[in-house]
T-cell receptor, first 113, second 110 residues
């Protein structure tokens, strides 16, 4: 069964550094998402991406965050200047069309020191 | 009223038991409904999609009651491996993002 894949599985970064989290969505999917989950809390929506542009974003997704789909397969989340509170699991998800469920990657654990 | 409400649990049940979770939602225009399960420190995994009155997959049955605006998940013959947090997700009509609550924790014991 096709999967959403994310790399790296764990990223440790110094505060203030830039970090790029990578995702390869399922190949025929058209909608892409990033979520995060701080330890012990619920999964929170960050941003959705469709037709090469951001379609929705949450309050968490401020100017420090950006997303890109640089080629036909990768979908990246960049955090420009990381803060301690950015430490979380970051999940990428994709789906084929509007009423279909989203499928999640197994996440990148981001630890900011 | 919150968009989606679930009993946080935990539900402690012995192996072999039948357990049911309820989820109420506020947006009457929602057309699609999903149950995900999430193991500790893992990604949410799709368990079941519901677009009409219900869905069944092996030991798992989801039922939708549009009039009362709730969706249930029934697990029969619980296994130890069913221990997880179960997340009811009801996207508002016209929106594609998912809003997650904290879900319902299930602990199945030997």
């Amino acid at each position: 069964e096709p999967e959403v894949t994310q790399t790296p599985s764990h990223q440790v970064t110094q505060m203030g550094q830039e970090v790029i989290l990578r995702c390869v969505p399922i190949s025929n999917h058209l909608y892409f998402y990033w979520y995060r989950q701080i330890l012990g809390q619920k999964v929170e929506f960050l941003v959705s991406f469709y037709n090469n542009e951001i379609s929705e974003k949450s309050e968490i997704f401020d100017d420090q965050f950006s997303v890109e789909r640089p080629d036909g397969s990768n979908f990246t989340l960049k955090i420009r200047s990381t803060k301690l509170e950015d430490s979380a699991m970051y999940f990428c998800a994709s789906k084929m069309r509007g009423d279909q469920p989203q499928h999640f990657g197994d996440g990148t654990r981001l630890s900011i020191l | 009223r919150k968009e989606v409400e679930q009993d946080p649990g935990p539900f402690n049940v012995p192996e072999g038991a039948t357990v049911a979770f309820n989820c109420t939602y506020s947006n009457s225009a929602s057309q699609s409904f999903f149950w995900y399960r999430q193991d500790c420190r893992k990604e949410p995994k799709l368990l079941m999609s519901v677009y009409s009155s219900g869905n069944e997959d092996g030991r798992f049955t989801a039922q939708l009651n549009r009039a009362s605006q709730y969706i249930s998940l029934l697990i029969r013959d619980s296994k130890l491996s069913d221990s997880a947090t179960y997340l009811c997700v009801v996207p508002p009509s016209g929106y594609s993002t998912l809003t997650f609550g904290k879900g319902t924790m299930l602990l199945v014991s030997p």
